[in-house]
């Protein structure tokens, strides 16, 4: 076996580096390279920050997005349309959608997907918290967006959801699946076209 030709305490950053999504060994490699190359610039004011997020960053107990503060920003703000809630799978899809714009009312992180192969279930994730918001007797809300991704843990979700918050009284609806806008058609998956045909609309 090799000797490393680095110290253990860059291999220790090499390797938790390496966690990150999108990461791997050798991109982690560089981007530490980069960091020790830039110490002052860059891996110190880097530092600080992770720092800082570590002491002040928490989940809202609301709605599940991170912040720093518990109601967090989003579930504050009263310009938001409390009848209408979007629910999310991840934080991710929660940043996607305000970059887009798309959504005037309020959020619910659920932390992940259901995945029974995977051990993943209603106890595992954010769906107790919802529930008691959809019912509870000062709630405002009068619709919930089912905004899972489109695969078979985000389907498996969404029906089991709809299941748990139909009550007559709450209007649940889904994301549309189909041709993405400026799309085209041959160079669409099957189950995209065939999600576009059946989600057609009148004109």
């Known amino acids: 076996m090799a000797n490393s030709v680095t110290s253990p305490e860059i291999e220790r950053l090499i390797q938790l580096m390496a966690k990150i999504p999108g990461l791997g060994p050798r991109s982690a490699r560089r981007a530490v390279l980069h ?3 830039n110490k002052e610039k860059l891996m110190a004011p880097l530092s600080k920050a992770l720092n800082d997020a570590v002491i002040q960053i928490v989940e809202c107990h609301q709605c599940g ?3 720093t503060i518990s109601p967090c920003t989003l579930c504050r703000d009263e310009r938001r349309d409390p009848s209408l809630l979007v629910v999310i799978e991840d934080v991710s899809d929660l940043w996607a959608l305000e970059r887009a714009g798309a959504v005037k009312g309020c959020y619910h992180v659920l932390g992940g997907t259901l995945s029974p192969l995977d051990g993943i279930g209603p106890d595992d994730l954010n769906i107790g918290n919802l529930i008691d918001r959809v019912n509870a007797p000062d709630s405002l809300i009068t619709e919930v967006i089912l905004a899972v991704n489109a695969t078979v843990e985000g389907q498996t979700t969404a029906h089991y959801l709809t ?3 139909s009550n007559g009284k709450i209007k649940v609806s889904r994301l549309a699946h189909g041709v993405p806008v400026g799309g085209e058609l041959d160079y669409l ?4 076209l065939s999600a576009a045909i ?3 609309t009148l004109l």
């Open 35 to 37: 960091l020790v190359k």
């Open 163 to 165: 299941d748990q918050i």
């Open 65 to 67: 997005n991170i912040d």
């Open 198 to 200: 059946r989600q057609r």
């Open 189 to 192: 998956d099957e189950g995209t």
